[in-house]
């Protein structure tokens, strides 16, 4: 019954801005570390950003390092990702993922539980 839900994308101007949440039921997500992934046509599914079990530390993709921030609100089992700076190279399927693993947070293959997508779209 674990279920892991995106909202908030959809189309933002080049320099925009869009907030992106995931709320997440059947699981406590104190106990996982969380990440969003994103996916666009014809490419791999790559990694944006993770957060540890407490929120101290996070990590960034290349691509995103001073324009994205993840949080997470324990308390409430809700991960966020602030998109600042939006270009259109960011237009993807964005994917929240949670693991209970150890391995290196940028690995996807240890998520073992992934939201649907939410669909974000970077116009020139």
């Known amino acids: 019954q674990v279920q892991l839900v995106e909202s908030g994308g959809g189309l933002v101007q080049a320099g925009g801005s869009l907030r992106l949440s995931c709320s997440v039921s059947?699981?406590?997500?104190?106990?996982?570390?969380m990440a969003w992934f994103r996916q666009a046509p014809g490419k791999e599914r790559d990694f944006v950003a993770g957060v540890e079990w407490s929120g101290r530390y996070k990590y960034y993709g290349d691509s995103v390092k001073g324009r994205f921030t993840i949080s997470r609100d324990n308390a409430k089992n809700l991960v966020f990702l602030q998109m600042n700076s939006l270009q259109p190279e960011d237009t993807a399927v964005y994917y929240c993922?949670?693991?209970?693993?150890?391995?290196?947070?940028?690995?996807?293959?240890?998520?073992?539980?992934w939201g649907q997508g939410t669909q974000v779209n970077v116009s020139s």
């Open positions: 059947g699981l406590t997500i104190s106990n996982y570390r």
């Open positions: 993922a949670a693991t209970s693993g150890y391995g290196h947070i940028m690995s996807l293959s240890q998520y073992g539980h």
